[in-house]
């Protein structure tokens, strides 16, 4: 007999008297303490109370799942010893589970196997892990997670946008594992400040927005982190870029020119940075700032540095623009900006102008000419009292290379131009393509064909690529030869 079926039959021996379908719910389960919690049960749920989960208050048959779960959960905790080692994982889940089974006996619980493993999986993802987004963190599909409010979870797949049947019980709950999430990371999220930036202990992205900014509830979105970063041969054969444009880019990385990936939210840029950024000589120092820390650099010498908020008496911030000052300090050859959002970007192009050459970062935009813009509007940001074409010249001077990323509407992410900033007539900075995405149709699953294909031009940073001893054939650029897509 099903474990729902046997529930609202009261058949278990927790105390319930059988009831017909006209009869009332089963009450609410009892407290820990009251429910053979033991002489110590208080003190140790107290010091475990922000992993406790409420019962939610569904239908009569959800309900009563959700109360057997919440009884056996909460009687869990009250017999954990709250000193253990969560990090211990391994450790405190053979714990736990043996705990487990020892109040489903205890109770005279019967249940299938298929419903325990269920059951154990789920309370102990709430003591351990994220709840319920704990089977779309560990599906390796899944890109993209989005909490809108306790009843409105969406993920992203293939790049496309799916809401799944997945629930939180209510807004505690989901404040809940957003606390869970920035507690550790010495990050606080409140009605003072009811916006945060974090990542999981996977390196995954988090973004927590919550009332009264919010008027859905509370809402987090999780940037899923690879475990297995995405080769550039990943690129090929998805599409995103061709053999000639990687060729080509890979000589500009090694040749120290900077470049700037640009491109719209979740449109693959820093995906794009990660590769790009394997190109780089393994015997280099390299630094890279960010937010929230995602690149996964896979050379040996390697600073990773992280930026800051300000803690709840305000104090203690460390900024991007901080941090990239600081670098300059480090003898770095190579410094990587995850991304550039304010007046760190002056900075940036500073840097770069400086003897820091090969140096790369990303930026929001919507084509090459829109970067410039925005890195311009960005440099106005820094406070100083410059003059545009100051700054333009700063952005001619620095900037050798931008790579243009596009999420296409079937969902899949592809470098739509690679573009040569050539220099400046009067105040306008001169930009030349090198590739451009050309699209040939569509296959009979709706995805778009195509590729980068050279404009027949060479860029005049040439001479800076082949002084390092890269010679690249003139059917790179489709001088010659030209191929068909």
Do not use: W
């Not at 540095?305 to 770095?332: C, F, Q, Y």
């Not at 980068?452 to 040439?462: A, D, E, Q, S, V």
């Amino acid at each position: 007999m099903s474990l729902l079926k046997r529930i609202e039959q009261g058949q278990n021996s927790g105390g319930q008297q059988s009831s017909g379908e006209n009869n009332p719910p089963a009450p609410a389960p009892k407290p820990p303490s009251e429910a053979g919690a033991g002489s110590g049960g208080d003190s140790r749920l107290s010091s475990l109370q922000a992993r406790r989960v409420s019962a939610p208050s569904t239908t009569p048959q959800a309900g009563s799942y959700f109360d057997l779960k919440t009884r056996v959960q909460n009687k869990l905790l009250a017999e954990i010893d709250p000193s253990m080692d969560v990090s211990k994982s391994d450790e405190v889940r053979r714990t736990i589970q043996n705990l487990f089974e020892q109040i489903l006996a205890d109770e005279n619980i019967v249940l299938s196997r298929p419903e325990r493993a269920r059951l154990f999986e789920q309370i102990s993802a709430e003591i351990l892990g994220l709840g319920p987004l704990e089977p779309l963190l560990q599906d390796d599909t899944i890109s993209e997670i989005m909490v809108n409010g306790p009843k409105n979870i969406y993920i992203e797949r293939k790049g496309k946008l799916h809401r799944v049947p997945v629930t939180f019980e209510n807004n505690d709950h989901v404040m809940r594992i957003i606390e869970r999430i920035v507690a550790p990371l010495g990050r606080r999220i409140d009605e003072s400040s009811p916006y945060v930036d974090a990542r999981l202990q996977d390196g995954s992205r988090v973004n927590a927005v919550i009332p009264p900014i919010s008027l859905v509830g509370p809402v987090l979105t999780i940037r899923k982190f690879s475990k297995n970063p995405i080769s550039i041969e990943q690129l090929i054969q998805f599409g995103s870029i061709t053999p000639e444009a990687v060729q080509f880019l890979k000589a500009c990385v090694e040749a120290r020119l900077n470049i700037v990936v640009s491109g719209g939210t979740g449109s693959g840029k820093t995906t794009l940075l990660n590769v790009l950024s394997s190109f780089i000589p393994s015997d280099e120092r390299i630094l890279t700032i960010e937010n929230a820390a995602e690149l996964q650099l896979r050379q040996e010498h390697v600073v990773t540095l992280e930026s800051r908020p300000p803690n709840i008496e305000g104090r203690g911030e460390v900024t991007i623009r901080d941090l990239v000052m600081n670098a300059l300090r480090m003898r770095p050859e190579r410094i990587i900006v995850g991304e550039c959002r304010g007046g760190e970007t002056l900075d940036m192009l500073q840097a770069m102008n400086t003897g820091h050459d090969g140096s790369m970062t990303t930026a929001h935009a919507n084509t090459p000419r829109d970067a410039i813009s925005r890195i311009e509007t960005m440099c106005l940001m820094a406070g100083l009292d410059l003059p545009v074409r100051a700054i333009r010249e700063q952005i001619a001077g620095a900037v050798d290379l931008i790579c243009q990323q596009e999420r296409m509407r079937d969902g899949s992410r592809k470098v739509t131009t690679i573009t040569e900033i050539s220099g400046m007539e009067g105040d306008v900075i001169t930009m030349t393509d090198i590739f451009v995405f050309e699209q040939t149709g569509m296959d009979e699953a709706g995805k778009i064909k195509g590729g980068t294909r050279p404009t027949g031009l060479r860029p005049k940073f040439m001479e800076k690529i082949e002084a390092a001893g890269i010679h690249l054939p003139p059917s790179i650029f489709g001088i010659g030869e030209r191929r068909r897509y």
